[in-house]
């Protein structure tokens, strides 16, 4: 009999999402004008949060498809620049062609460990920002510790991440349902996931361990908005690869039966004939002294 893992392996949950991520990049791109609508205000706060103005110089940490890192370079315009990194370069290059299409000149992009910002030949930055990327960092402490250390003297720190999952029922819903069709157990002491920061006091100490001063939380709702629980299932399916991470030790026949059993619960949160799904974000902002 197999007994049970006891400790995180984060080498190896490393690996695996680099995996996710160079195997999703296509898919997460395609899914841009979704992501634009469902987080562009509470991007944009962030943006306001981290100081971001014209002339800024910003450094995105886990940019993803780069749809903040534009946002963002909308903003500092041809005086500033923005620097998107990311573990995965296929997603970058997502990223990168963006940026030219948009014409916007003042974007670059690098491969780089989101816990090793210290390896960066850049900086010093005015902002360092972070949409939905700190919370599956296994060494949070580290990488908020990077994000200060490039930052000048007065320069902000602004991450946004999940609340809790009672608040982000779009996601934890699914989640649920595969843990338990999986049998996977409870999140380890200290592993990454969409919920790991979603107390705000949580992620208030999270960001003063990190040396940051005049921290400060803010929630915001941010519902997911699409035509139906179906939708909602595909957007999940082709663009969050953990799911099928979750998934990858059970038959086909399970695997078909946990989508099933999804997209039904999802459809509690169908009405009139539109699809909702409630997310609340949570912003955190601090200071470097």
């Known amino acids: 009999m197999n007994q049970p893992t006891t400790q995180f392996d984060a080498g190896r949950y490393k690996q695996t999402t680099l995996a996710q991520w160079n195997e999703a990049a296509e898919a997460w791109y395609r899914w841009s004008p979704l992501l634009n609508r469902w987080l562009g205000a509470a991007t944009e706060r962030m ?77 010093p930055f005015d902002a360092v920002i972070s949409r939905v990327g700190l919370i599956y960092f296994p060494d949070q402490q580290r990488a908020l510790t990077g994000m200060r250390s490039r930052l000048r003297p007065g320069g902000k720190v602004a991450a946004m991440v999940y609340s809790t999952a009672e608040r982000n029922g779009f996601f934890s819903v699914p989640v649920s349902i595969i843990r338990r069709r999986a049998q996977l157990p409870p999140p380890l002491p200290g592993q990454p996931g969409p919920f790991s920061l979603g107390q705000p006091e949580v992620l208030e100490e999270a960001f003063r361990r990190a040396g940051l001063v005049d921290v400060r939380v803010e929630a915001l709702d941010a519902p997911v908005r699409l035509g139906s629980a179906g939708e909602c299932l595909q957007f999940e399916q082709e663009s969050f690869g953990a799911l099928h991470q979750m998934l990858s030790g059970v038959s086909d026949a399970e695997k078909d039966a946990a989508w099933e059993e ?11 004939g539109r699809f909702e799904g409630p997310c609340e974000m949570l912003i955190a902002v601090g200071t470097r002294p």
């Open 47 to 123: 943006l306001d949060l981290a100081g971001v103005t014209r002339g800024s110089r910003v450094l995105d940490v886990a940019a993803g498809a780069g749809e903040q890192s534009l946002a963002a370079a909308r903003r500092v315009g041809p005086a500033g620049h923005v620097l998107a990194t990311d573990l995965s370069p296929a997603i970058l290059e997502y990223a990168r062609r963006a940026a030219e299409l948009e014409g916007l000149d003042n974007v670059t992009t690098l491969a780089v460990d989101g816990e090793q910002l210290e390896t960066l030949d850049a900086g």
């Open 262 to 272: 999804i997209e039904t619960a999802l459809q509690a949160y169908e009405t009139d």
